[in-house]
């Protein structure tokens, strides 16, 4: 046991100098870690106090930016606040001339509504008046219908009872009107019209055979040969110098053109006649008028043609029309509103 703590204690003193030798070495690393370290610190908080002075500097420009927008806006709010009170000002302005034509209105509408009345009996006056011309003058059952029953509707909106009278009588004459056979007058005088034109257009009947005869001739000529074509004309032209012609053939009476263009005119007149007395509801004359015009159809035009056919279907649906009758009037309804303005009138003065 004593060997062993000599040869311990031996191992101590040889390892005592290499430790001296060493611990030069430990402390200027140790120095220099702790300048790196200290280093990488400073670095680092460096960094940090850049990054923290950017964002200082940011926000503080946000800060700014901002501050100026909340001056602008606030600049705008008072403007606007300005524009508003002006603009306020300027509507109660308005509002205080509106309440003076409102009551500048009322008063006036206050003095019109005391003739109220009177002006709304003289427009009734009025058209009465008017639809009672037509009636007389042109029989426009229509026209006195509608000016009789807006004058009973506008009577009807004002609710008086004062003008209960008046619409009795503008019902009774309503009813009178509706009773009437209802006849279109402007309606058959316009298809009266329409048959004036279309007479030159009507063919005759003279021509339309004769145009027949001559298509058959050409038509046999045509077939043949040069010789039948020479001896068809040779013929054609002697058959024009003499024409025999029975009285008992059903054929058309042969007219010059002077006659022609007559014909057609007096067949205008005719219908032209039957016209006016269409208007003038006289019945007599407006058949005598028409049955003359289909004679005529009947005797000088062609009766198988289209027109022809058209325009005397035309006469006979017009003819089977009557026309007479008695034609009301709206009389009483004129003497009701005009003695009921009298009145008032009287106990006005």
Do not use: C
């Not at 400073?42 to 901002?66: H, V």
């Not at 509408?109 to 009345?117: F, H, I, P, T």
Request: glycine share 2%; hydrophobic share 45%.
């Amino acid at each position: 046991m004593a060997e062993d703590q000599k040869e311990s204690q031996e191992d101590r003193a040889a390892a005592t100098p290499q430790a001296r030798s060493r611990a030069p070495i430990l402390a200027l690393a140790a120095v220099v870690l702790a300048a790196a370290l200290t280093s990488v610190f400073w670095l680092d908080t460096r960094q940090r106090i850049g990054a923290t002075q950017e964002e200082f500097a940011r926000r503080l420009r946000d800060i700014e930016s901002d501050a100026r927008d909340a001056r602008l806006l606030a600049r705008q709010a008072q403007e606007s606040l300005h524009d508003a009170q002006a603009k306020v000002a300027q509507l109660e302005a308005r509002l205080t001339e509106s309440q003076s034509q409102q009551l500048a209105l009322e008063a006036l509408y206050q003095e019109l509504s005391r003739n109220r009345d009177e002006w709304q009996l003289a427009e009734i006056e009025q058209v009465l008046a008017i639809a009672s011309q037509q009636l007389q003058l042109a029989g426009n059952v229509r026209a006195a219908l509608l000016a009789l029953q807006l004058a009973e509707a506008r009577l009807a909106r004002a609710d008086r009872p004062q003008f209960l009278p008046v619409r009795r009588a503008l019902a009774r004459d309503i009813e009178r009107l509706k009773s009437v056979p209802t006849i279109d007058f402007p309606s058959m005088a316009g298809r009266i019209d329409t048959l004036v034109a279309s007479i030159d257009s009507l063919p005759l009947a003279y021509d339309e055979r004769s145009e027949r005869t001559v298509a058959k001739e050409a038509a046999g000529t045509a077939s043949g040969g040069f010789w039948s074509r020479l001896g068809a004309e040779v013929w054609g032209e002697i058959r024009q110098l003499v024409v025999v012609r029975q009285i008992r053939t059903p054929e058309p009476p042969l007219l010059a053109p002077p006659q022609a263009y007559f014909l057609r005119e007096n067949l205008r007149l005719r219908l032209l006649n039957a016209r006016m007395s269409l208007l003038a509801r006289d019945e007599a004359g407006y058949r005598e008028d028409l049955r003359a015009a289909q004679a005529w159809l009947h005797r000088y035009f062609e009766p198988r043609s289209k027109q022809t056919l058209d325009a005397l279907a035309q006469l006979k649906q017009l003819s089977s029309t009557s026309i007479s009758f008695e034609m009301p009037s709206i009389s009483e309804s004129l003497e009701a509103v005009r003695g009921f303005k009298s009145r008032r009138e009287r106990t006005s003065r």
